[in-house]
T-cell receptor, first 113, second 115 residues
Framework: DAGVIQSPRHEVTEMGQEVTLRCKPISGHNSLFWYRQTMMRGLELLIYFNNNVPIDDSGMPEDRFSAKMPNASFSTLKIQPSEPRDSAVYFC???????????FGQGTRLTVV | AQSVTQLGSHVSVSEGALVLLRCNYSSSVPPYLFWYVQYPNQGLQLLLKYTTGATLVKGINGFEAEFKKSETSFHLTKPSAHMSDAAEYFCAVSDGEAAGNKLTFGGGTRVLVKP
């Protein structure tokens, strides 16, 4: 299995631009999580989906952030408009219902200048 | 609400010495506890987990951790550090499947291994 695949690995964008981060979970997994990692706040859960349905988005910082999961094999996290304080590493993780372990992708390092 | 506290953001150990990383948690229900490792520019990899049963849990790379309910602790140890153990380590807690297996992470401990 290829594991959780995230793209791009690195993204540099200008303030005000739209940014879309992508995630392909492990095949067969039915829970998907988006986390953000910063020096100041550590690892934070932004949103998670179960069977493609958003269950808890209380960690999404602002309305500028949105996430979708149109099918079981793809999810996006969009920031529009982006701001310098959004600079962070964004991780996607997936897990199988009934299994407590979450598998993480390698992350997308976002820099907003 | 759950929370995780990792004592010490940086730990320096000599190669061959004991590695001890401390983790304390708070949870309103019996917790599931995890240790993850993150190598530079990589994602998080599970080292070990406690869900139920034996409180001493063995993981990969020679690491183990012991769940102590009375102390609300889940400290990570390795008897003999290796240079390849240099990484950042995260303790995490979840309320299990009923809460969606969401993880709450500690702040992380960066381990430096000296030759």
């Amino acid at each position: 299995d290829a594991g959780v695949i995230q793209s791009p690995r690195h993204e540099v964008t200008e303030m005000g631009q739209e940014v879309t981060l992508r995630c392909k979970p492990i095949s067969g997994h039915n829970s998907l999580f988006w986390y953000r990692q910063t020096m100041m706040r550590g690892l934070e859960l932004l949103i998670y989906f179960n069977n493609n349905v958003p269950i808890d988005d209380s960690g999404m910082p602002e309305d500028r952030f949105s996430a979708k999961m149109p099918n079981a094999s793809f999810s996006t996290l969009k920031i529009q408009p982006s701001e310098p304080r959004d600079s962070a590493v964004y991780f996607c993780a997936s897990s199988l219902q009934g299994n407590t372990e979450a598998f993480f992708g390698q992350g997308t390092r976002l820099t907003v200048v | 609400a759950q929370s995780v506290t990792q004592l010490g953001s940086h730990v320096s150990v000599s190669e061959g010495a004991l590695v001890l990383l401390r983790c304390n948690y708070s949870s309103s229900v019996p917790p599931y506890l995890f240790w993850y490792v993150q190598y530079p520019n990589q994602g998080l990899q599970l080292l070990l987990k406690y869900t139920t049963g034996a409180t001493l849990v063995k993981g990969i790379n020679g690491f183990e951790a012991e769940f102590k309910k009375s102390e609300t602790s889940f400290h990570l140890t390795k008897p003999s550090a290796h240079m390849s153990d240099a990484a950042e380590y995260f303790c995490a807690v979840s309320d299990g499947e009923a809460a969606g297996n969401k993880l709450t992470f500690g702040g992380g401990t960066r381990v430096l291994v000296k030759p």
